[in-house]
């Protein structure tokens, strides 16, 4: 299968097992899936995918949450916290305010660690115990080792986690400690102990669990699949946009995996696949940058920064990946400031659905493309947001209002009540 929307169909190869394998997508080689430990492609270095000798259709899937499309992933079981059907909200003043046919968010955060990132290492870390790997590691701007470390506890295995030193929010960092992991803070950014990771996990002294792994990917697809049979059940059709945040591109080329995995199944058309529609914070944005100018190379930004810490990455490893993605569907990227980032934080939470910032660059990035006509009015939009509000508590309350001081009486409360007006923002 190429990465085209229109794929051949597989030969399945000699080295598959029980019909699966990895192929890179770059020379097409192909590798057993579980005999040795790999993340990329022995011959070429190009990144890999799982590929299936079957491919499953709707009427395949039995159960709830990730393990539900089990029949769509390399194997038949997980180490698993229940991770997956998460909520699809209907925001009805969002969507009225941008004038759309419909919008509806898909919250990520409320998955068991708080991010999108457990439907990864529930596949991941299964996948590792199948290799007999003893010790994980990853680098991570905060939702990565939060996830992975709950989950290599649950699989009673090691984990490391290397994060930059300050630029990790500290709900995060306190997940990753109390679910047991080893915290190494690296004096740089995340591309530089994505590099550290890398080295130490070609040296076999750990086994990777970063987006690069292939496997991690096929748990994150199963948000594509969540997302479609929603809004079939819902509006007897399919989106015709998936607006996402983007820091290392694993959503977006898990995404896209998933809707050409359908499309070869037969289990939905070519004007079914929505628009994969990519958002970044300004200060961190080599994907938009890559669209704008038509390239098919990512240029790596050694210097980033943005409120929105989840996605303040400078090398998105599945660009290679994901802007075909983006192409295919004819979606498009676009960045959004800090600014703009808070406030689609503050339009969710007058929802009710509280976010971190970096979950909130999908609905600004909404509003700006809707702003410039790029997003018509007759379309029906999921916007993914990627991690809760609880991830990053200084930023809510920075987001917030401030307490307000009032004497410890009820006449003291009231008269505060009816006295001064609220302060704003």
Same mark, same amino acid.
């Given at each position: 299968m190429s990465l085209s929307l229109s794929p051949d169909e597989p030969a399945v190869p000699n080295d598959a097992t029980d019909g699966v394998w990895l192929e890179c997508i770059d020379c097409s080689e192909t590798f057993a899936p579980f005999e040795d430990v790999r993340y990329t492609c022995d011959?070429?270095?190009?990144?890999?995918?799982?590929?299936?000798?079957?491919?499953?259709?709707?009427?395949?899937?039995?159960?709830?949450?990730?393990?539900?499309?089990?029949?769509?992933?390399?194997?038949?079981?997980?180490?698993?916290?229940q991770e997956g059907a998460t909520p699809l909200y209907e925001v009805p003043r969002l969507e009225d305010d941008l004038g759309?046919?419909?919008?509806?968010?898909?919250?990520?955060?409320?998955?068991?660690?708080?991010?999108?990132?457990?439907?990864?290492?529930?596949?991941?870390?299964?996948?590792?115990?199948?290799?007999?790997?003893?010790?994980?590691?990853?680098?991570?701007?905060?939702?990565?080792?939060?996830?992975?470390?709950?989950?290599?506890?649950?699989?009673?295995?090691?984990?490391?986690?290397?994060?930059? *030193? /300050?630029?990790? #929010? $500290?709900?995060?960092? +306190?997940?990753?400690? =109390?679910h047991g992991a080893r915290i190494l803070e690296v004096d740089g950014n995340f591309d530089a102990c994505l590099d550290i990771v890398q080295e130490l996990a070609a040296e076999g002294e750990a086994y990777l669990l970063n987006s690069l792994n292939p496997f991690r990917l096929e748990g994150q697809k199963t948000i594509g699949l969540e997302i479609l049979e929603a809004f079939r059940d819902d509006y007897g059709t399919f989106p015709d946009r998936i607006v996402l945040p983007?820091?290392? *591109? /694993?959503?977006? #080329? $898990?995404?896209?995996? +998933?809707?050409?995995? =359908?499309?070869?199944?037969?289990?939905?058309?070519?004007?079914?696949?929505?628009?994969?529609?990519g958002v970044q914070a300004a200060g961190a944005a080599p994907m938009v940058e890559a669209v704008e100018n038509g390239s098919d190379e990512v240029r790596r930004w050694d210097d980033v920064e943005t409120r929105a810490t989840a996605i303040r990455?400078?090398?998105?490893?599945?660009?290679?990946?994901?802007?075909?993605?983006?192409?295919?569907?004819?979606?498009? *990227?676009?960045?959004?400031?800090?600014?703009?980032?808070?406030?689609a934080q503050r339009d969710l939470a007058g929802e009710g659905v509280g976010v971190e910032p970096a979950s909130a660059a999908s609905v600004a990035g909404l509003r700006k493309l809707r702003a410039e006509g790029i997003v018509t009015e007759d379309e029906r939009v999921a916007c993914l947001t990627t991690g809760h509000l609880l991830k990053d508590p200084d930023a809510a309350a920075a987001a917030g209002d401030d307490p307000e001081p009032v004497p410890a009486t009820t006449e003291g409360v009231l008269e505060h009540l009816t006295g001064e007006s609220r302060p704003g923002r």
């Open positions: 011959a070429c270095d190009g990144l890999l995918e799982v590929r299936y000798a079957d491919l499953p259709t709707f009427d395949d899937f039995e159960g709830r949450g990730v393990w539900r499309y089990a029949d769509a992933l390399p194997l038949e079981s997980g180490v698993t916290t759309l046919e419909a919008v509806r968010i898909k919250h990520e955060g409320m998955n068991p660690t708080g991010s999108f990132k457990d439907r990864g290492m529930t596949v991941g870390v299964a996948v590792a115990k199948e290799l007999g790997v003893d010790r994980l590691a990853c680098a991570s701007t905060g939702n990565t080792s939060a996830a992975l470390a709950a989950y290599g506890s649950r699989g009673g295995m090691q984990t490391l986690v290397l994060l930059p *030193a /300050g630029k990790v #929010a $500290a709900g995060k960092v +306190a997940q990753a400690s =109390l983007v820091g290392n *591109a /694993g959503n977006t #080329a $898990a995404l896209y995996k +998933a809707f050409r995995e =359908l499309l070869q199944a037969g289990a939905i058309d070519r004007e079914d696949v929505p628009k994969l529609t990455i400078g090398n998105p490893v599945n660009a290679p990946k994901a802007l075909p993605g983006i192409r295919e569907t004819e979606g498009t *990227a676009i960045a959004v400031s800090d600014e703009e980032i808070t406030e």
